[in-house]
């Protein structure tokens, strides 16, 4: 039994400023915000931007308005912006070593900043979209699981996940431009 | 991975991201919240963010603060982004165990360590503790769930050292994924079980 997380009452909660809710947000958000940043801005400055995203979050709790998406969207929205702030600062303070892109990111070779970026897009569209598009995503591509097993973990029609997969996969393309 | 289009290359790549900052971090947040809480004109009693009791813990939830039962459910509802670990767990607090096995080598029947299936603050880990590490100099060690022929698995996480822990989907059967199997992957880029696996245990 997968229990719904009752986003309507986080929302309400959040807004409120109810400081158990801020500490709900941290449960269920800063290992993907954290992890988002590792591939951003490297593991050793992940944990401030960590902290920046939480902390400027709550500051400006008011501005989060549920009519326009969920409250994670919202923080991997907060995320890209701290990323953004961190990088700016580090190339203005010229911290890092001679590199093409200027950026230090935790796979050094393969994976761009603009690969980061997209992955922050993609990541608040899935949080927008929610479950369980999302799960579907995440166990199909990210957890390499077949069609058949998702269904099982997720107790859906084999069709639902298959048509799920397809439209969401389809509505990330669009979100990072590769709709063609 | 010809024909995998970018959008599909760009997730596996990054592969799974929950990534449970340290303690640290959150006790910066609060530290730096306190501070500016208790300043704030807009609140109308200022709150001590900084001094939120660590030892309260979260087996009990307070009265008339319905979002304390979310935050007990909130470890195993957030599929791989959950910070697994309790911030101010209670640490006196004992893990329900609800199912043990020993795990011993796939060839042959030496006795490798256990695995445990516990419940904490609502969720279910996978436990394992094994008498010495197991080597893995090829690759990595990776921990799944497995059917009992084998039709179907679920991996878990990657295995460094002699002991991890593992939060397991929130839904899942272990009756019906009752064999822990930890495999030894190479560092391909393939989600898929090698074949190569150095220790099994029942634990449904």
Same mark, same amino acid.
């Given at each position: 039994m997968t229990a719904t997380l009752g986003d309507g009452e986080h929302a309400e909660a959040w807004t409120r400023g109810d400081e158990d809710a801020l500490e709900l947000a941290y449960r269920r958000w800063a290992g993907l915000v954290h992890g988002l940043a590792r591939k951003a801005v490297g593991p050793t400055d992940a944990d401030d931007v960590t902290q920046q995203v939480?902390?400027?979050?709550?500051?400006?709790?008011?501005?989060?308005?549920?009519?326009?998406?969920?409250?994670?969207?919202?923080?991997?929205?907060?995320?890209?912006?701290?990323?953004?702030?961190?990088?700016?600062?580090?190339?203005?303070?010229?911290?890092?070593?001679a590199d093409p892109a200027g950026l230090h990111t935790e796979d050094t070779g393969t994976w761009q900043a603009q690969d980061s970026e997209e992955l922050i897009t993609v990541y608040e569209e899935l949080e927008r979209i929610g479950d369980p598009q999302r799960r579907i995503v995440?166990?199909?591509?990210?957890?390499?699981?077949?069609?058949?097993?998702?269904?099982?973990?997720?107790?859906?029609?084999?069709?639902?996940?298959?048509?799920?997969?397809?439209?969401?996969?389809?509505?990330?393309?669009?979100?990072?431009?590769?709709?063609? | 991975m010809s024909g995998d289009d970018r959008l599909v290359r760009l997730l596996r790549e990054a592969g799974p991201l929950s990534s449970p900052p340290p303690p640290s971090v959150w006790d910066a947040v609060r530290t730096e919240l306190g501070a500016?809480?208790?300043?704030?004109?807009?609140?109308?009693?200022?709150?001590?963010?900084?001094?939120?009791?660590?030892?309260?813990?979260?087996?009990?939830?307070?009265?008339?603060?319905?979002?304390a039962l979310l935050l007990a459910a909130a470890a195993g509802a957030g599929l791989m982004y959950a910070v697994p670990a309790l911030l101010d767990r209670d640490e006196d607090a004992q893990p329900q165990v609800l199912a043990s096995g020993? @795990?011993?080598?796939?060839? /042959? $029947?030496?006795? &490798?360590?256990?695995?445990?299936? +516990? *419940?904490?603050?609502?969720?279910?880990?996978?436990?394992?503790?094994?008498?010495?590490?197991?080597?893995?100099?090829?690759?990595?060690?990776?921990?799944?769930?497995?059917?009992?022929?084998?039709?179907?698995?679920?991996?878990?996480?990657? @295995?460094?050292?002699?002991? /991890? $822990?593992?939060? &397991?989907?929130?839904?899942?059967? +272990? *009756?019906?994924?009752?064999?822990?199997?930890?495999?030894?992957?190479?560092?391909?880029?393939?989600?898929?079980?090698?074949?190569?696996?150095?220790?099994?245990?029942?634990?449904?």
């Open positions: 939480f902390v400027s979050a709550w500051r400006g709790r008011d501005t989060y308005d549920p009519r326009q998406g969920p409250l994670g969207a919202w923080l991997v929205g907060i995320t890209r912006r701290r990323v953004a702030d961190h990088l700016r600062t580090r190339h203005r303070h010229a911290e890092v070593p995440l166990l199909a591509h990210v957890h390499g699981h077949t069609h058949p097993e998702i269904a099982e973990l997720l107790g859906l029609p084999l069709g639902t996940v298959k048509s799920h997969l397809t439209r969401t996969m389809s509505r990330l393309r669009t979100a990072i431009g590769e709709d063609r | 500016q809480e208790s300043s704030s004109a807009s609140a109308p009693e200022p709150v001590d963010f900084a001094a939120r009791a660590p030892a309260t813990g979260r087996s009990t939830p307070r009265p008339g603060r319905p979002l020993e @795990l011993t080598q796939v060839e /042959g $029947e030496a006795g &490798l360590g256990s695995a445990e299936i +516990v *419940e904490r603050e609502g969720a279910q880990l996978l436990v394992i503790d094994l008498d010495e590490e197991l080597d893995s100099s090829e690759g990595y060690l990776e921990v799944w769930l497995l059917r009992p022929d084998v039709s179907g698995m679920l991996t878990l996480g990657v @295995l460094d050292g002699s002991h /991890g $822990e593992y939060l &397991l989907p929130p839904g899942t059967d +272990v *009756e019906a994924y009752p064999v822990v199997d930890i495999s030894v992957e190479r560092l391909d880029g393939d989600p898929t079980h090698s074949g190569v696996s150095l220790a099994r245990g029942q634990v449904g």
